[in-house]
């Protein structure tokens, strides 16, 4: 049977039918949809996926290596390769793109609900891609020559004063080892060949440019992505699977649930160094992510 495909917006998502993630050996073509269809929309959502913590790992490395957990925060109790995203430790409402404080950030992120909330606690995911068609021409000529310094030290993720002590302690070992790095403002993407704005939450500065006119700068750019037109609004029920291209889309997970339990489970695949319009190739400039990701070859 073949796989379907409803789009949720024109610019990006789609809901995924026909396809048992829980198959321990899908057919190859399977596979190959399923990375077609996240070129086209994305980010795909499917329901009643049935998966455990392994499966999730699985179905992760349809699209290549699966990376560690992260670079600095534990495993769930019982895994090595899958983080747990939960209300009791932070809340990711700040746009980012996941992990881009390495050289090679995952290039797919996968989220699969565990607890959700019986209102709120939507998910958005933005087109970064459709942001970087939407500017101006002469934008877009300056953010293809703008290069970007990210680091997981900075504004994302700092608890607020009124912070659990689960919420310092989890900040305490995100920052535990520091990592920075220099990649393009605008990425090309390897197998579509789009180009996205590659900026969220981890950018800590525009390299070059004094502080005030990098920070002015990166607002512009990030009101492109955030634009109504290029956000989907996804609500979460029990037994779901997101799949999400994390080479050109940002999200963010909305606090609006109050103290209610939220989990998601996230495994990530190895990503690519990224390359801008110009060829030049991410450096990362503090620390070595060698032993989170390897770096995946670009397939053809
Ligand atoms: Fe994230």
Do not use: C
Not at 161 to 171: C, D, F, G, K, L
């Amino acid at each position: 049977m073949p796989i379907t495909v409803h789009k949720l917006s024109s610019r990006l998502g789609a809901v995924v039918e026909g396809v048992d993630l829980s198959d321990d050996h899908p057919r190859p073509e399977v596979v190959a949809d399923l990375r077609s269809a996240l070129n086209a929309h994305k980010a795909l959502f499917f329901d009643d996926v049935n998966l455990n913590d392994a499966a999730q790992e699985r179905v992760a490395s349809f699209f290549g290596d699966i990376t560690r957990a992260h670079p600095t925060v534990p495993a769930a109790a019982g895994t090595r390769n899958v983080l747990a995203v939960d209300s009791e430790t932070s809340r990711s409402n700040q746009w980012h793109t996941d992990v881009t404080f390495v050289v090679n950030p995952p290039q797919v992120s996968t989220l699969r609900s565990v607890i959700t909330t019986p209102y709120g606690g939507e998910t958005l995911i933005a087109d970064s891609g459709g942001a970087y068609r939407d500017l101006p021409e002469s934008l877009r000529a300056l953010a293809d020559s703008l290069r970007a310094v990210h680091t997981n030290a900075y504004d994302y993720a700092r608890p607020q004063r009124s912070a659990t002590q689960a919420q310092q302690e989890h900040h305490r070992q995100f920052v535990s080892k520091i990592y920075e790095v220099e990649h393009p403002v605008v990425r090309v993407h390897p197998l579509t060949g789009e180009r996205g704005l590659f900026i969220g939450g981890f950018v800590r500065n525009l390299v070059g440019l004094p502080k005030s006119d990098s920070q002015e700068l990166l607002q512009i750019f990030q009101r492109y992505v955030t634009r109504p037109e290029n956000v989907i609004r996804w609500r979460w029920a029990p037994n779901q699977l997101l799949i999400f291209d994390n080479r050109i889309t940002q999200h963010y997970a909305i606090d609006n649930y109050d103290d209610l339990p939220r989990l998601l489970h996230r495994v990530t695949v190895a990503g690519d160094v990224p390359v801008g319009v110009d060829g030049r190739a991410s450096r990362q400039l503090v620390g070595d992510p060698s032993d989170y990701s390897v770096i995946a070859e670009v397939a053809a």
